[in-house]
């Protein structure tokens, strides 16, 4: 065979090969059978990965997923869970595991959120059960440094958005959430009582759904603290019902009554400890209130979420009057 036939056989040859093995990686795997999912822990080697995803059936073969970890060897393959949910091509798997497209719920919690709300959100995501998370949440050692008297994770359950596997387990979402507490109060630079504050910024949170407002709130519940007044507050008259399990939407003088210490109605002071969990907005009203002289608030009649505050009583009977006239066209 003279030497240039025998080169365009060879040429002819890897590029059918060439050919051949970019159809192989290029293509979806015809044979996917539908969701799956495969986790790689740290320092899995790129063959037990190849054969991983072979075994379910992400791959036709561990040979595909090589072939293409050989087109790409400088690339870190990332450890983590991956869920595939269509036929993808070889490429296409290789480039997500090398990306680091890991799987993962996202659990919203936004500011003024309690554990019980948490629970259900949590639960919604189907990786544990309600009860199981406020188990986790009624245990406060997690912030016993920072808050001995602390009664429970309430308050330290820092609101923000998390990233949640299919295996995270409810002490290992708490630890997040307490975690991200520790670093939002860092920047608050304070030597203020964390119980003390958080507490307060809890009712602040719960009352105050206007930002500007929060350090006027802040500062009517601190003048009646400062003059032994009950704080009269409606947020943790319902969170006492919550914990004794009989809130039904709705305040009921029962509940008013209620000998729950939680009742900020009948008990004098701050309540055990925080009702919900606030944001560092309301942390800030706390330990910047207002220069004000306020001991009431009411909602204005005009459905704006805005406060009318008032300094002593026959002008605050006059504002809900208001209120409720308003209430009642």
């Given at each position: 065979?003279?030497?240039g036939?025998?080169?365009?056989?060879v040429?002819l040859?890897?590029?059918?090969?060439?050919?051949?093995?970019?159809?192989r990686l290029?293509?979806?795997?015809?044979?996917?059978s539908?969701?799956?999912?495969?986790?790689?822990?740290?320092?899995?080697?790129?063959r037990?990965?190849?054969?991983?995803?072979?075994?379910?059936?992400v791959?036709r073969s561990?040979?595909d997923f090589?072939?293409?970890?050989?087109?790409?060897?400088?690339?870190?393959?990332?450890?983590?869970?991956?869920r595939?949910?269509?036929?993808?091509s070889?490429?296409e798997?290789?480039?997500?595991?090398?990306?680091?497209d890991?799987?993962?719920?996202?659990?919203?919690v936004?500011?003024?959120?309690?554990m019980?709300?948490?629970?259900?959100?949590?639960?919604?995501l189907?990786?544990?059960?309600a009860?199981?998370?406020?188990?986790a949440?009624?245990?406060?050692?997690?912030?016993?440094?920072?808050?001995?008297?602390?009664?429970?994770?309430?308050?330290?359950l820092?609101?923000?958005?998390?990233?949640?596997?299919?295996?995270t387990?409810?002490a290992?979402?708490c630890r997040?959430?307490?975690?991200?507490?520790?670093?939002a109060?860092s920047?608050?630079?304070?030597?203020?009582?964390?119980?003390r504050?958080v507490?307060?910024?809890?009712?602040v949170?719960?009352?105050?759904?206007?930002?500007?407002?929060?350090?006027?709130?802040?500062?009517?519940?601190?003048?009646?603290?400062?003059?032994?007044?009950?704080?009269?507050?409606?947020?943790?008259?319902?969170?006492?019902?919550?914990l004794?399990?009989?809130?039904?939407?709705?305040?009921?003088?029962?509940?008013?009554?209620?000998?729950?210490?939680?009742?900020?109605?009948?008990?004098?002071?701050?309540?055990p400890?925080?009702?919900?969990n606030?944001?560092l907005d309301?942390?800030?009203a706390?330990l910047a209130?207002?220069?004000?002289?306020?001991?009431?608030?009411v909602?204005r009649?005009?459905?704006?979420?805005?406060h009318?505050f008032s300094?002593?009583?026959?002008?605050?009977d006059a504002?809900?009057?208001?209120?409720?006239?308003?209430?009642?066209?």
């Amino acid at each position: 065979m003279k030497l240039g036939l025998r080169i365009g056989v060879v040429a002819l040859a890897a590029a059918a090969a060439a050919g051949w093995c970019g159809w192989r990686l290029t293509r979806p795997y015809q044979g996917f059978s539908g969701e799956t999912f495969v986790e790689f822990p740290r320092g899995t080697g790129s063959r037990a990965l190849a054969a991983s995803l072979a075994e379910a059936g992400v791959v036709r073969s561990r040979w595909d997923f090589l072939l293409a970890r050989l087109l790409s060897p400088m690339r870190r393959l990332r450890a983590g869970e991956y869920r595939f949910d269509r036929p993808a091509s070889p490429i296409e798997v290789f480039d997500r595991i090398a990306r680091g497209d890991v799987f993962y719920y996202t659990l919203a919690v936004p500011e003024g959120k309690n554990m019980f709300d948490i629970a259900a959100e949590a639960a919604n995501l189907r990786i544990f059960t309600a009860a199981q998370f406020l188990e986790a949440a009624r245990d406060p050692a997690l912030i016993r440094d920072l808050d001995p008297a602390a009664p429970t994770l309430e308050g330290y359950l820092f609101p923000s958005t998390y990233r949640v596997g299919r295996h995270t387990t409810p002490a290992a979402l708490c630890r997040m959430m307490t975690a991200q507490f520790r670093e939002a109060w860092s920047r608050l630079d304070s030597s203020a009582s964390p119980h003390r504050t958080v507490t307060l910024a809890s009712l602040v949170e719960k009352e105050s759904k206007l930002p500007a407002e929060r350090p006027m709130v802040a500062a009517v519940f601190l003048n009646r603290l400062r003059l032994g007044m009950t704080l009269d507050c409606d947020p943790s008259t319902i969170y006492a019902a919550l914990l004794d399990e009989r809130y039904r939407g709705t305040i009921h003088r029962s509940d008013l009554e209620s000998g729950n210490p939680y009742n900020t109605y009948r008990h004098g002071g701050l309540p055990p400890g925080p009702i919900a969990n606030p944001g560092l907005d309301a942390m800030r009203a706390v330990l910047a209130p207002a220069d004000t002289d306020a001991l009431y608030f009411v909602l204005r009649p005009d459905g704006s979420g805005a406060h009318q505050f008032s300094s002593n009583k026959t002008a605050h009977d006059a504002a809900v009057a208001q209120y409720r006239r308003g209430r009642r066209k």
